[in-house]
């Protein structure tokens, strides 16, 4: 489960404004890849991107959870690689399949929740070839881990294992100036505060 367009300095480099409530996708279970293996750029792709995200990991069976309550059902936190096909994603007109390629979603070791004191005060950044693309901090998500799980479990029951990326900051490949997408033979880390990074490589389909 996947939230878009959940940071203020993303809406803002798009030019839109602030979403009313959390725009949801999917990503199948098949994009999951652990870090070290290589995101596969199929052919069909021609723009893929990057985006730097807080992972949440569900810890316990839950529904219609009130904000209040909702940290509760959290095991722990991850960084994870929100990786999207861009061309599919924009002319698709929803964001599944180009967020759903095999290996489009590299997530890292968790990290129990009491480790961190807040998550909603994180450095968060992704790293391409050396290059920091995004630098930002979690302070600056539209809505909270507890508002996310509380909207999601008003209509889909989440259960232990299940993950929540909670979205992106600006900084994407798509929207800098020139563009910035990945490329075979590229190396993309991810970094948030207080957990364990990731890094991957890039390779061709």
């Excluded at 996947?2 to 959390?22: F, I, K, R, T």
């Excluded at 810890?59 to 936190?77: D, H, Q």
């Amino acid at each position: 489960m996947c939230v878009g367009l959940n940071y203020s300095d993303h809406a803002e480099e798009q030019g839109v404004e602030l979403p009313a409530e959390p725009l949801l996708f999917a990503k199948w279970p098949t994009t999951c890849i652990g870090p070290g293996e290589a995101i596969v750029i199929p052919p069909i792709v021609t723009k893929a991107d990057y985006e730097a995200e807080l992972g949440v990991v569900i810890g316990a069976r839950v529904s219609g959870v009130s904000k209040e309550n909702a940290l509760e059902a959290v095991a722990g936190y991850l960084c994870a690689n929100d990786v999207s096909a861009r061309d599919l994603q924009f002319s698709d007109g929803q964001w599944t399949r180009g967020k759903s390629p095999d290996t489009f979603c590299p997530v890292g070791p968790m990290t129990p929740r009491d480790a961190i004191t807040d998550p909603h005060a994180l450095a968060i950044r992704a790293i391409v070839n050396g290059d920091v693309l995004q630098d930002s901090t979690t302070a600056n998500l539209i809505f909270g881990i507890d508002e996310v799980i509380a909207y999601v479990t008003q209509t889909t029951t989440l259960e232990p294992g299940d993950l929540i990326l909670t979205g992106t900051p600006a900084g994407v490949g798509v929207f800098r100036d020139p563009q910035r997408l990945l490329q075979p033979g590229d190396e993309v880390t991810i970094e948030i505060e207080g957990l364990v990074s990731i890094t991957n490589p890039v390779v061709a389909g």
